[in-house]
C-alpha cells in the first residue's frame, strides 16, 4: 500500500507517493497560471490547477511503478487561496497574495475581538474574512449567488470526494474561526456584513478521515474509487509538520514562515492556533511574504535562462562574496513580522548600473542575505533564541542557502533531504490507517543533515544585521517625512 500526497503551491502542483513505512519513492509537479489583475489582485484557474494536480500524480505514479489500486490514501495541502464558487466569478480561485482586501483589513483591525488578536492586530489581507468582505461588497451578485467558498486544501478535498469538510488548520489560521471558543465566531462574522456565506460540513482536525475518493473523483485522478481521504493542511503547517519535530521550523518557499508552539497571542504574529497541526497544541506564526518570489524576480532579470541552482552554484565557487556594497531590506510585498504593515516595500541600496552576470548574481546573493536577515527579525520578534532551527520548502534544498540561514540565525538548520511539505501532507494522509496523526508522524520519520553556523561567515552577517537595522530605520524617517 502506497500513500499519496499532493501539495499546490503558488505556481506549481507537486505530488508524492509514499511508502507505508514513510519512505518517498516517487515526486512529480506541474505548473499552472497566475493571473493577475489592477490593485493587488491574483487569481488562478481552478479547473487548471486540478489539471495539474492529475498530471502530478499520473506522473509519480509512473515513476513508482504503481497502479491505481496500490494507493491505499490521499490528503492534499495548498496555499491558504480561497476558491469562489459562483456563476460568472472568474478566475475562480483568489491567490493567498492576493492584497484587494486592504482596506477591509485595516477595518477588521479596529475591532476588537480575539480573532483580531490572533492575527497580531493586524489582519493581513491575505486571510480570507477581509477577501469575503471584499466579495460582499464589490461584488454582490457574486456574494448572493455563492454554492461554496472554501480554502484551497478543502475544496481539493471536496473535488475529489464530494464531501462538505473544512480543515481545523485552515479554518483557525485564515477564517473567523476559534475552535476553543466555540468555533465560528459569529458576532464578527455578523459585524463584517458575511455572515451567509455557505459553511456546510464539519471541520476536521488535520488526518482525520473525510471520506471515500467518489467515483468522478477517481476518473479525474486516476485513482480507485473508494480510496480514504483524509483532511489536510496549509502548505506551511504541512511542511512544519513534516520537519524535524520538537524544535521551531522554517518553511522557506514563496514566502517564509516561522512555526512554534507555546506563544500567546502578540503584535505581528498569528495564532496561537489550536489543533492546527496536532491536537492539543497550539502553533504561532512569524513571517515574510514573497521571499522565494523575490529570488525568482532575480532570476527572471538574467538575459539568458538560468536556473536558481545555476545561480547558486556560480556564487559557491566565486572567489570572493558577491554584491559587495549592496544591502537589501526584502520587503517587497509587505511586512507580516514585525511590522504587520502589507502596504511596506523593499529597499535596494547601493545598485549599479551593471547587467553583467557578476553583477546579477551579486543582486541575487544580496537578496537572499536581507531575506535570512529578515528571518532572524521574525525569530527575534517572537522571542525565540533556538539552538536549532528545522527547515524546510524550496529553499531548504540548496545547501548554499541553508548555510547562509544558520549563519543568519546563529542556529544549526536540520534539514530532511526528503520533501517536508510533501511528508507532512503523508503523515496527513497515512493519519486514519496509523492509529492518528502522532503516530503517522512518528512513522514517517527519516534522518536529518544539519548545517552548523560558519563563524568567520557569522562575523559579515553580524556586520550585515547592523547595516539591516539602520536601513529599516530610514526608511521608516523617509515615510514619515
Not at 471584499?134 to 449567488?145: K, S, V, Y
Amino acid at each position: 500500500m502506497l500513500i499519496a500526497a499532493v501539495d499546490v503551491g503558488s505556481a506549481r502542483a507537486r505530488a508524492g507517493l509514499f511508502s507505508a513505512e514513510g519512505r518517498l519513492l516517487a515526486r512529480a509537479s506541474r505548473g499552472f497560471a497566475t493571473i493577475d489583475g489592477p490593485d493587488g489582485q491574483a487569481g488562478h484557474d481552478f479547473a487548471e490547477i486540478w489539471q495539474a494536480v492529475a498530471e502530478a500524480l499520473a506522473e509519480a505514479r509512473r515513476l513508482a511503478g504503481a497502479s491505481p489500486g496500490e494507493i491505499g490514501a490521499l490528503a492534499f495541502d495548498a496555499t491558504c487561496s480561497l476558491v469562489v464558487e459562483a456563476p460568472g466569478f472568474a478566475p475562480d480561485v483568489i491567490a493567498w497574495h492576493d492584497h484587494r482586501a486592504v482596506a477591509e483589513a485595516q477595518e477588521l483591525d479596529a475591532l476588537d475581538h480575539e480573532v483580531v488578536a490572533r492575527a497580531g492586530g493586524a489582519v493581513s489581507p491575505e486571510m480570507q474574512t477581509p477577501k469575503l468582505m471584499w466579495l460582499a461588497r464589490h461584488r454582490p451578485e457574486i456574494w448572493a449567488t455563492l454554492a461554496g467558498v472554501r480554502d484551497l486544501c478543502d475544496h481539493l478535498a471536496f473535488r475529489a470526494t464530494g464531501i462538505e469538510a473544512r480543515s481545523l488548520c485552515a479554518a483557525a489560521a485564515k477564517w473567523a474561526y476559534l475552535p476553543d471558543r466555540g468555533g465560528w465566531q459569529e458576532d464578527l462574522l455578523a459585524r463584517a456584513g458575511i455572515s451567509g456565506f455557505p459553511r456546510l460540513g464539519p471541520v476536521l482536525a488535520p488526518g482525520a478521515e473525510i471520506g471515500p475518493l467518489s467515483a468522478q473523483g477517481a476518473a479525474e485522478l486516476g485513482l480507485a474509487p473508494g480510496t480514504p481521504v483524509a483532511a489536510g493542511l496549509i502548505d506551511a503547517f504541512a511542511g512544519a509538520l513534516g520537519a524535524a519535530p520538537d524544535m521551531p521550523a522554517l518553511i522557506a518557499g514563496t514566502s517564509n514562515c516561522v512555526m512554534a508552539a507555546g506563544l500567546g497571542p502578540a503584535p505581528a504574529l498569528w495564532g496561537p492556533y489550536p489543533g492546527a497541526i496536532l491536537p492539543g497544541e497550539a502553533v504561532s506564526e512569524g513571517g515574510q511574504s514573497a521571499t522565494g518570489a523575490a529570488l525568482e524576480q532575480v532570476r527572471r532579470m538574467y538575459p539568458r535562462p538560468a536556473t536558481h541552482d545555476d545561480i547558486l552554484a556560480r556564487i559557491a565557487t566565486a572567489p570572493v562574496e558577491p554584491g559587495q556594497g549592496l544591502h537589501i531590506l526584502p520587503d517587497f510585498k509587505g511586512s507580516r513580522t514585525p511590522f504587520a504593515d502589507p502596504l511596506m516595500r523593499g529597499t535596494i541600496h547601493g545598485l549599479a548600473l551593471d547587467g553583467s552576470i557578476a553583477a546579477l548574481d551579486g543582486l541575487y546573493w544580496r537578496a537572499a542575505v536581507g531575506i535570512a536577515l529578515g528571518t532572524r527579525q521574525v525569530i527575534a520578534h517572537m522571542g525565540l533564541a533556538p539552538p536549532r532551527l528545522a527547515m524546510a520548502g524550496g529553499q531548504a534544498r540548496a545547501p548554499l542557502l541553508r548555510q547562509l540561514y544558520a549563519d543568519a540565525t546563529g542556529a544549526e538548520i536540520h534539514w530532511q533531504p526528503e520533501d517536508a511539505v510533501l511528508r507532512g501532507t503523508a503523515i496527513a494522509a497515512a493519519a486514519p490507517l496509523a492509529g492518528g496523526i502522532r503516530a503517522a508522524r512518528a512513522r514517517f520519520a527519516r534522518p536529518v543533515e544539519v548545517t552548523r553556523p560558519d563563524p568567520a561567515a557569522g562575523v559579515r552577517r553580524e556586520r550585515d544585521w547592523r547595516i539591516f537595522l539602520r536601513l529599516q530605520q530610514q526608511r521608516a524617517e523617509i515615510a514619515a517625512m
